[in-house]
């Protein structure tokens, strides 16, 4: 078992928390002088965690495996915090959580009392003793972003609600998704929300160009 870091922000954190989130996608990267479009090849029984990039020649090319591992590794996930001792005493600067572990930490996902300003670390300084939430990866394939079903875009942390279309005329289930509780933009359609989640993080023209994408599947692990 390995165990990789993942950074999630708040709205994601608060969707694991919840539940709601379950899956987490990830562009898949190119290989340099490789098809693009001959990533996957069935012919060859490649374990789903790895993907075939095809050569000039028949059978010739490389295998890439996930980055953030396989079924049965852990991901523990960074985010926003910050760190004091007993005393309300915060560090001063991020290298000084070397001097770890601080007994106390504030993550504004939990959201209630904030740190003083300017003591928050972002999510990219937050040491593998620090993080509260460890994954558990139980699945991992390969897949076009564009194929995301309307159930696996609801298991990306969508906030969904109750919302009554029928009085904007439109005959819809009395459901809406949205990208976060402080969006102010609701969907009918949960892959529609999810592809305004997506070009938020990877640029509006990330969609449209519809890249082969890893396809992560998680569950919490409790007591950690």
């Known amino acids: 078992m390995r165990e990789h870091p993942i950074i999630l922000n708040e709205d994601m954190v608060r969707a694991v928390l919840t539940g709601s989130k379950t899956q987490a996608r990830q562009p898949v990267k190119p290989v340099k002088g490789y098809e693009h479009d001959n990533i996957c090849r069935p012919d060859l029984a490649i ?22 591992g396989q ?23 991020p290298h000084d959580l070397r001097d770890g572990p601080w007994p106390n930490f504030i993550y504004p996902a939990n959201g209630g009392k904030e740190p003083p300003k300017g003591t928050c670390r ?38 969904r609600e109750e919302y009554n279309w029928r009085e ?12 976060s509780p402080t969006a102010k933009t609701r969907f009918s359609c ?3 929300c999810f592809q305004e989640l997506w070009e938020s993080i990877y640029k509006p023209e990330s969609w449209q160009a519809n890249p082969w994408v890893w396809v992560i599947e998680f569950k919490r692990v409790e007591g950690e």
């Open 47 to 68: 374990a789903a965690h790895k993907v075939w990039w095809h050569g000039e020649f028949e059978n010739v090319g490389v295998l890439q495996s996930c980055p953030l």
């Open 190 to 192: 949960p892959k529609q």
């Open 122 to 159: 972002p999510s990219v300084n937050m040491p593998r003793w620090a993080s509260r939430i460890t994954l558990e990866i139980t699945g991992v394939r390969v897949e076009r972003l564009q194929d995301i079903s309307h159930r696996d875009a609801c298991r990306e942390g969508l906030f």
């Open 71 to 93: 079924p049965g590794d852990r991901l523990w996930v960074r985010e926003k915090f910050a760190a004091f001792d007993a005393d309300w005493c915060f560090p001063g600067r």
């Open 168 to 179: 904007n005329e439109f005959p819809l289930d009395d459901i809406a998704y949205r990208t």
